[in-house]
Structures are given as structure tokens and as C-alpha cells.
């Protein structure tokens, strides 16, 4: 497992919701809901500098068969941007069913999914960064695919 703390992204039309880990890799923690436009990018760096961030984390939506759902582009494009906007590597992580399990969550705990859509946004990037922070430690190599700073994978 790498040493370094993490953002997890979960890229939204409307919103984006930030987690951050820890150094050691262990717990990924809710940090901030974004309102999604221009200053997203601006902002997410911002993040990625205050954390120390050695790597970026977007959740990469996809129906259940594996093919692009309406917002898989928006997801790459974000992830395209950061990677050319930032000095540390951008990687998109399958994210399947994290807002589904991120509204069960909060349903759970006795919140209204709907009085808690901001909150929603920042449980489902804990649920993506904890995703893939767990499949590192299991498979002893980084999870998903890195963005390359031109907009290719």
C-alpha cells in the first residue's frame, strides 16, 4: 500500500463531492460538496494542495453491464481536466453503486435522501476513495486507470 493521502471525487452535473484519507491509506473521511462549474477545477486543487494529495480519485459511473451511463462523460471530462490541471496522477475508479449505497446509508441513519442530496455527494466519494483504497491493500497495486495529462488513459 503507498504512503500519501488521497481526495476521492464523486463528479456530479450539478455537484461534486470530495473525501480525503489519511497518510496511511486506511479510512477515507467526507471533506466538501462543490457546486459544479467553473471554478471546480480551481477548487479541487485547492483541496489537493491544502491535503497534501499525492493522487486524485474519480468515481467513474457505469450501468451494471460495465457500459457508459449519461454521466460517464461529465466524469471523464472532470477527471481530464484535473489531470491537466494538476501535477499528481488522476485515476477513474468503477464507482457502481455508490450513490445508491450513499442514499441507503443516510436512509439508515433516519435522513431524508432528499434533504441530504449535499451529503449524499460527499458519502458516495468516501464510499468511491474507500473503494479503492481497500482494493489496493487486497490487490497490492493501484486501482482504475490513470487520466494522462493530454486527456488519454
Do not use: Y
Not at 462549474?37 to 480519485?57: F, K, P, Q, W, Y
Not at 449519461?70 to 471530462?77: P, W
Not at 450513490?99 to 449524499?120: F, M
Amino acid at each position: 500500500m503507498r504512503s500519501g493521502v488521497r481526495l476521492g471525487v464523486d463528479a456530479g452535473k450539478a455537484r461534486v463531492g470530495v473525501a480525503v484519507c489519511d497518510r496511511d491509506g486506511l479510512l477515507a473521511t467526507p471533506v466538501a460538496t462543490l457546486s459544479r462549474g467553473d471554478r471546480t477545477v480551481g477548487e479541487l486543487r485547492e483541496l489537493v494542495s491544502e491535503h497534501a494529495a499525492i493522487e486524485v480519485v474519480v468515481g467513474l459511473p457505469l450501468w451494471m453491464r460495465g457500459d457508459d451511463t449519461a454521466s460517464t462523460a461529465d466524469a471523464r471530462m472532470l477527471a481530464d481536466q484535473l489531470a491537466a490541471a494538476l501535477d499528481i496522477p488522476v485515476r477513474l475508479v468503477d464507482e457502481r453503486l455508490s450513490t445508491v449505497s450513499a442514499q441507503r446509508a443516510l436512509h439508515q441513519s433516519g435522513r431524508s435522501v432528499k434533504a441530504s442530496r449535499p451529503v449524499i455527494d460527499q458519502v458516495a466519494a468516501v464510499i468511491i476513495l474507500q473503494n479503492a483504497l481497500d482494493f489496493e491493500r487486497s490487490a497490492g497495486r493501484p486501482p482504475g486507470t490513470v487520466v494522462d495529462q493530454h486527456g488519454g488513459r
